[in-house]
C-alpha cells in the first residue's frame, strides 16, 4: 500500500506546475494570510492556515522532488501525510483571500485546486466530496437530481414557460444551485422575468443543461469538468448563441476562466454575469426600476469580485434599486468569504455556518434591512445562517430585488 | 594600542576566510542556483499564459513589494518592522559598495563635512542597531505564531539566525575598535586580471572574520533558503498584476 501510494505521490505532486513551484518555494511561512482566512478565522486550527497548508505541499513535494531530500532525507509519504494535506485542503473556502492578502500575490485559488488534485489522485478525498463526484457522473448535477427536474423551477415559482429554443441571441444558463435549490427558485424566476420584461432573445438549455463542472474543478477532476465543458460549449454554439448570461457566480468564473484553459480554445459567446446584464440595461434605460426605502448591504461573492473581476457592476445596478447601498468593512477584492464556497458545506458545515453567521451579524450590525448577493451558493449560506443561526434579515439576490423593483417578484 | 599577535590556527582561518571561502561561496551558490532553476524547469508549464503586462507588473512589485500595500491592511507592525528592515538592508548594501570603492565619503563633502562623517560613521551605527532589531522581531514574532498560526521549516530559522549572527558581527566591527593587528591585503582572484577582489587593508579584528565568514555561509545558503524570495519575489506580484489586469472588468 505504502509502496504504490510513493509511487502514485511522484507523479502526483509532479503536477504542480512551473509557477506554483515558484509560489512554493517563495512563500516565507510569514503567516500574513492566516488572519484573513475564513476558515482558520473560526476554527483557529494552524492546519487550516493557508501558509501551512503551502508548508505542509511544499514537504510532500520535496520528498519527491528535492534533489538534497532525495539524497539525504527522509522520502516516504504517509497516509498520515495524505489526511494531513486533505483536511487542510478541505478546510477551506477557496474564496482566495489569501491571495489578496498574500505579499507574493500567490495564485492561491489554483494552488489550492491543484493540492486537492493531488489529494485526488492519493485517495485522500472526504467520502462526502467522493459521493458529490459519484452524483455528478450519474445526474450531470452535484445533488443527484433527475436532469428532467432542471427546469422544476419553473413550476415551482409560477411562470407560465420557459423558452427552450433551437436558436437563440441569449441563453440563460441557470446553474445546478439555483436549478435544484429552492431557496433559489426565485432567482431563476427573476431573471427569466427580467430577460422577458426587455423581450430578450433567450433560451434556456433545459435539460441539455450539465453543471458547468465548477464542483468538479473543486475537487480536483479535471477530466469530468473537460466533459462537461466541452458538453455546454457544444450545447450553446449549436444554438447560435451570441451571449450568455447566468446568475451563478461559480458558473461564471467556470465559463470564462475555466473552459478557454480545458478546452484549449475561448467559446463563441460571451459569458456575463446577470448582474452584469442588469446593470446594462438599467444603464441603457432599456429597465426601469422604482428605487427602495429599504437599507440593502450588498455582499461581494468571491466567484465574482476577487476572483471573477466583477466589483463595480453590482453597485452600479444597485444604486438604481437604493440610494444609499451599505457596504461591509471587507468588500470588493477584499471581501470575506460567507462560508458558501469550497465544498466546505460537504466537509464541514458548522464551520460554514459559523463563517456565515460573523457575515450576517456585521450586516445587521450596519444597520441592513436586506443583505442581497449575486451567488446562490451565497444565498443558500446565508438563508442556511438564517434559518440555523436565528440572525433576522432579510436574504436576496440582487436579481431578486430587481424583480422586486419592477413588481414581477 | 596593544597590539593582539594571533596564534597560527585564527592566521590560517582568517586568511582562509578571505583568501580560499569566496570560491567555495562561489561554487556552492551556483551550484544552489542550479539546483533551483532545474527544479522549476522541470515543473510543467501553466496551462494559461499570461501575457505580462508591463505596466500592471510594474505596478503591482512597486505596490506589493517597495511598498508593502498587502502588509499595510493586513498587520500595521509587521509593515513597519518589513519596512523598516529592507530600508536597512538597502542602506547596509549601498553602504558596503564604499569599501569596494564604488563611492567615497568625498560624495557627502559638497553637504559639509560634519554631514559627511554623519552619513558614513554615525548613520551606519543606527541603520545596524535597525537592522538587527527587526530581526529580531521577526524571530519573536516567528517562535510566538509557531504551531498556532504557522508552521515553520527548519530552513526558515537557519536563514533568520545566519542573517542575525551576521549582523551583529557586522554590528560589532564598527561598535568593537579593533585588536591592533596590523591591516593585510589579500587578493581573491576569480578570472585572473578580470575579477579580482582586492581586500585592501582588512580590518584584522575578530568581528570582521566573524562577520565575513557567517556572511559567506548566508550567501551560500540563500538558493537553498526562504531568503530565494529576495529574487523570486518580485517575479509572483509581477505575474499576478498582469493576471488581475485579464481578470478585472
Known amino acids: 500500500m505504502t509502496a504504490e501510494l510513493n509511487d502514485k505521490a511522484k507523479a502526483s505532486l509532479g503536477k504542480f506546475t512551473r509557477r506554483q513551484v515558484l509560489e512554493l518555494d517563495t512563500c516565507a511561512h510569514c503567516a500574513l494570510c492566516t488572519e484573513n482566512c ?143 435549490k429552492g431557496a433559489n427558485h426565485d432567482v431563476a424566476f427573476s431573471i427569466a422575468s427580467i430577460l422577458d420584461e426587455v423581450e430578450e432573445d433567450w433560451t434556456v438549455l433545459g435539460e441539455d443543461e450539465w453543471c458547468c463542472g465548477n464542483p468538479s474543478l473543486l475537487s480536483g477532476d479535471e477530466h469530468t469538468a473537460r466533459e462537461y465543458a466541452l458538453h455546454n460549449v457544444e450545447a450553446l454554439e ?17 465559463f ?33 426600476l422604482e428605487a427602495t426605502d429599504e437599507k440593502v448591504i450588498y455582499h461581494d461573492p468571491c466567484e465574482l469580485s476577487r476572483l471573477g473581476g466583477v466589483i463595480e457592476a453590482p453597485r452600479e445596478a444597485l444604486s438604481h434599486m437604493t440610494e444609499e447601498p451599505l457596504e461591509f468593512e471587507d468588500h470588493g477584492i477584499n471581501v470575506k468569504c460567507c462560508g458558501g464556497g469550497g465544498l466546505l458545506q460537504a466537509v464541514d458545515n458548522e464551520m460554514r455556518l459559523d463563517i456565515v453567521t460573523e457575515r450576517l451579524t456585521e450586516a445587521k450590525e450596519k444597520g441592513a434591512d436586506v443583505l442581497v448577493s449575486a451567488c446562490p451558493a451565497c444565498k443558500l449560506a446565508f438563508t442556511d445562517g438564517v434559518r440555523e443561526r436565528g440572525v433576522k434579515i432579510e436574504v436576496l439576490d440582487l436579481l431578486e430585488l430587481a424583480a422586486k423593483r419592477l413588481g414581477a417578484l | 594600542m596593544n597590539v593582539v599577535t594571533m596564534n597560527s590556527l585564527l592566521q590560517f582561518i582568517y586568511a582562509f576566510s578571505v583568501e580560499k571561502l569566496p570560491y567555495i561561496t562561489v561554487i556552492v551558490t551556483l551550484i544552489g542556483v542550479a539546483l533551483r532553476v532545474m527544479r522549476w524547469r522541470s515543473s510543467p508549464p501553466d496551462h494559461e499564459k499570461i501575457r505580462l503586462d508591463p505596466v500592471e507588473s510594474v505596478k503591482y512589485v512597486i505596490l506589493d513589494v517597495v511598498l508593502f500595500r498587502k502588509t499595510w491592511r493586513t498587520d500595521k507592525v509587521m509593515w513597519l518592522a518589513l519596512f523598516l528592515f529592507h530600508g536597512s538592508v538597502a542602506g547596509i548594501v549601498f553602504g558596503h559598495l564604499r569599501g569596494f570603492h564604488v563611492w567615497s565619503i568625498h560624495m557627502f ?31 519573536a514574532r516567528r517562535l510566538m505564531l509557531e504551531n498556532k498560526q504557522l508552521t515553520s521549516m527548519p530552513n526558515d530559522y537557519v536563514a533568520l539566525v545566519l542573517l542575525l549572527l551576521k549582523s551583529v558581527a557586522g554590528q560589532g566591527m564598527r561598535l568593537v575598535p579593533p585588536e591592533g593587528v596590523p591591516a593585510t591585503l589579500y587578493n581573491v582572484v576569480f578570472i585572473p586580471r578580470f575579477v ?54
Open chain 1, 256 to 288: 470564462r476562466f475555466e473552459y478557454p484553459k480545458l478546452l484549449g480554445r475561448e467559446p463563441n459567446f460571451e459569458i456575463l454575469h446577470a448582474v452584469e446584464y442588469l446593470r446594462d440595461l438599467l444603464a441603457s434605460g432599456r429597465l426601469k
Open chain 2, 109 to 139: 563633502e559638497a553637504f559639509g563635512h560634519a554631514f559627511a562623517e554623519f552619513m558614513v560613521h554615525t548613520l551606519p551605527i543606527y541603520v545596524g542597531y535597525v537592522f538587527i532589531v527587526t530581526q529580531v522581531y521577526f524571530l
Open chain 1, 38 to 180: 475564513p476558515a482558520y478565522h473560526e476554527s483557529r486550527d494552524p492546519l487550516h492556515a493557508p501558509g501551512v497548508r503551502s508548508a505542509v505541499a511544499v514537504k510532500l513535494y520535496d520528498k519527491k522532488h528535492n534533489f538534497l531530500t532525495r539524497l539525504f532525507g527522509n522520502t516516504e509519504i504517509t497516509e498520515e501525510d495524505v489526511e494531513r494535506l486533505s483536511e487542510s485542503a478541505y478546510h477551506c473556502t477557496l474564496c482566495g483571500r489569501c491571495m489578496e492578502s498574500c505579499p507574493f500575490g500567490f495564485q492561491t485559488h489554483e494552488l489550492w485546486c491543484r493540492v486537492r488534485e493531488i489529494v485526488a489522485d492519493l485517495g485522500g478525498t472526504p467520502q462526502n466530496v467522493v459521493r458529490l463526484g459519484n452524483m455528478l457522473e450519474e445526474s450531470m448535477n452535484p445533488y443527484g437530481m433527475d436532469p428532467d427536474e432542471r427546469l422544476d423551477w419553473v413550476d415551482y415559482t409560477g411562470l407560465d414557460e420557459v423558452p427552450e429554443k433551437e436558436q437563440a441571441e441569449v441563453a440563460y444558463f441557470v446553474g445546478c444551485t439555483t436549478a435544484f
Open chain 2, 196 to 249: 579580482v577582489l582586492h581586500l585592501e587593508t582588512i580590518p584584522n579584528s575578530h568581528w570582521f572574520h566573524v562577520h565575513i565568514i557567517l556572511t559567506q555561509l548566508f550567501i551560500m545558503y540563500v538558493p537553498f533558503s526562504k531568503f530565494i524570495h529576495m529574487f523570486t519575489g518580485v517575479i509572483t506580484p509581477a505575474i499576478y498584476g498582469s493576471r488581475r489586469k485579464m481578470i478585472d472588468r
Open chain 1, 238 to 254: 449549436s444554438r447560435g448563441v451570441k451571449k450568455v448570461i447566468t446568475g451563478c457566480a461559480g458558473c461564471y468564473r467556470v
